[in-house]
């Protein structure tokens, strides 16, 4: 079945470390995005990507970064540079264009140690 | 920019009641909309989505939704609720090549 799969589902990082989660969509969708979700907020959008090897950012890049080498794949890192990364983190994935429906991962939650 | 606006932020629903899900949108034209509903700890799915044409939309589990230019509405419907339905659910339109979310509604079903 084709669908986006989010890896780790948990993630804990540690104070200076530098984490990455794992995105990966077999739907054949040109589109991907990044967005952070914390409590009573709903989804903020922190990246997104139109096409390998551009991405543009959102509403709240500061302290993430991203890769588009391959269409399949949109890792995002969380840096040492976001002091609040505990929140949880979505990816999703869409046709090229405007007015598409986004196809979500099942997320993966970052906690801080 | 388009946006969306969910004036409920917690909806408490017994088992078997209607369900209404209130969402207004701030657009001159007429707007393409989506419902997504998120199970606790998953990611976001389609309920369904307005286009153009008909006004009322069905979507899956049941859902439906009515557009409402007079209204500037797009509300989420379930005629009879099932316990699996407590969720939180987005309303959300596209901006450019973005979706921009409403705030959400979690909605609690009691036996």
């Known amino acids: 079945d084709g669908g986006i799969t989010q890896s780790p589902k948990y993630l804990f990082r540690k104070e200076g470390q530098n984490v990455t989660l794992s995105c990966e969509q077999n739907?054949?969708?040109?589109?991907m995005y990044w967005y952070r979700q914390d409590p009573g907020q709903g989804l903020r959008l922190i990246y997104y990507?139109?096409?390998?090897?551009?991405?543009q950012k959102g509403d709240i890049a500061e302290g993430y970064s991203v890769s588009r080498e391959k269409k399949e794949s949109f890792p995002l890192t969380v840096t040492s540079a976001q002091k609040n990364p505990t929140a949880f983190y979505l990816c999703?994935?869409?046709?090229?264009?405007?007015?598409?429906?986004?196809?979500f991962g099942d997320g993966t939650r970052l906690s801080i140690l | 920019a388009q946006s969306v606006t969910q004036p409920d932020i917690h909806i408490t629903v017994s088992e078997g009641a209607s369900l209404e899900l209130r969402c207004n949108y701030s657009y001159g034209a007429t707007p393409y909309l989506f419902w997504y509903v998120q199970s606790p700890g998953q990611g976001l799915q389609l309920l369904l989505k307005y286009f153009s044409g008909d006004t009322l939309v069905q979507g899956i589990k049941g859902f439906e939704a009515e557009f409402k230019r007079s209204q500037s509405s797009f509300n989420l419907r379930k005629p009879s609720v099932h316990w699996s339905d407590a969720a939180e659910y987005f309303c959300a339109v596209p901006n450019d090549y973005k979706l921009s979310f409403g705030a959400g509604t979690t909605v609690t079903v009691r036996a």
């Open positions: 999703a994935s869409s046709r090229t264009g405007t007015n598409q429906p986004q196809h």
């Open positions: 990507s139109q096409i390998v090897n551009d991405f």
């Open positions: 739907l054949n969708h040109d589109a």
